[in-house]
């Protein structure tokens, strides 16, 4: 499944603490991402078409996606419930 930021997302990444705050706008509360979380997040901000963040995640770390895939995709659902990402539709013929 490929994902994107959501249309009412604000967000600032901080290169020297290597972390990204992510905002609904326009009354949502900060949230800071770190680690593998900031990595997903990066992901997804730099593919607006949407990405498979799945196997963005285990090309960036050299890992086999199987071995990734469940973590991934909870966070996936947990920025999903908290408004932050989205689905994308499929685009198959």
């Known amino acids: 499944m490929r994902w994107r930021p959501a249309a009412d997302i604000a967000w600032e990444l901080d290169p020297?603490?290597?972390?990204?705050?992510?905002?609904?706008?326009?009354?949502?509360q900060?949230?800071?991402?770190?680690g593998s979380a900031a990595s997903i997040w990066l992901a997804l901000a730099e593919t607006p078409g949407g990405v498979d963040v799945v196997e963005s995640m285990a090309?960036?770390?050299?890992?086999?996606?199987?071995?990734?895939?469940?973590?991934?995709?909870?966070?996936?659902?947990?920025?999903?419930d908290q408004g932050l990402v989205e689905p994308v539709a499929s685009t198959r013929d």
């Open 30 to 34: 900060p949230i800071l991402l770190a």
């Open 16 to 28: 020297e603490q290597d972390l990204v705050c992510v905002m609904q706008l326009p009354t949502g």
């Open 59 to 80: 090309q960036l770390y050299g890992v086999p996606a199987a071995d990734i895939a469940d973590d991934v995709e909870a966070a996936l659902r947990s920025l999903a």
